[in-house]
Nanobody
């Protein structure tokens, strides 16, 4: 299993970023997928998840209306469009199969600061 997150960076409050998660080593289209984030000293927390066919999604309350999760099964890639970013969105962002807590990628850092 390999999960490669990308697309992070430094952005001003109110700005946007799109994260990507390239997956390999498992049948991507067979798994619900999730985005998580973690800040130093804190536990990794769920941000959003998406079902195999994209028919259903979930967002944690703090990102509802600002973030959009999507996936392209043909490319084995998941995305997280993040708009109206806030300083409290600053974190390392990770992707994984939903309810899997191993085989993590390296993450991608998102920093929201003026």
């Amino acid at each position: 299993v390999q999960l490669v997150e990308s697309g992070g960076g430094l952005v001003q409050p109110g700005g946007s970023l799109e994260l990507s998660c390239a997956a390999s080593g498992f049948p991507f289209s067979n798994y619900d997928m999730s985005w998580y984030r973690q800040t130093p000293g804190k536990e990794r927390k769920l941000v959003a998840w998406i079902t195999t066919s994209s028919s259903d999604t979930f967002y944690t309350d703090s990102v509802k209306g600002r973030f959009t999760i999507s996936r392209d099964n043909a490319k084995s890639t998941m995305y997280l469009q993040m708009n109206s970013l806030k300083p409290e969105d600053t974190a390392e962002y990770y992707c994984n199969r939903r309810n899997f807590w191993y085989d993590w990628g390296q993450g991608t850092q998102v920093t929201v600061s003026s």
